[in-house]
């Protein structure tokens, strides 16, 4: 069982072939398996900073070592 607002529907056999239908809400995504790997490694990618852009940012950091500080003591 996948879900019960989602239905699955085998429209088509030919040979060793199978095509499916897939019925599902709006906010359910649905993605044949090499295209969810795919996204799933574009997602990893992105919340992975490349060590150049560590870099930069740390270079942005503030000389006292505090980047939060107090805004009322300006």
Do not use: C, W, Y
């Amino acid at each position: 069982m996948i879900g019960p607002d989602v239905v699955v529907t085998v429209l088509e056999v030919r040979g060793d072939q199978v095509r499916i239908g897939i019925k599902a809400p709006r906010d359910i995504d649905v993605h044949r398996e090499e295209v969810f790997a795919a996204l799933q490694k574009a997602n990893r990618s992105a919340a992975s900073p490349s060590p150049q852009a560590l870099g930069v940012l740390g270079s942005l950091k503030p000389a006292g070592g505090d980047a939060g500080g107090d805004p009322a003591k300006g």
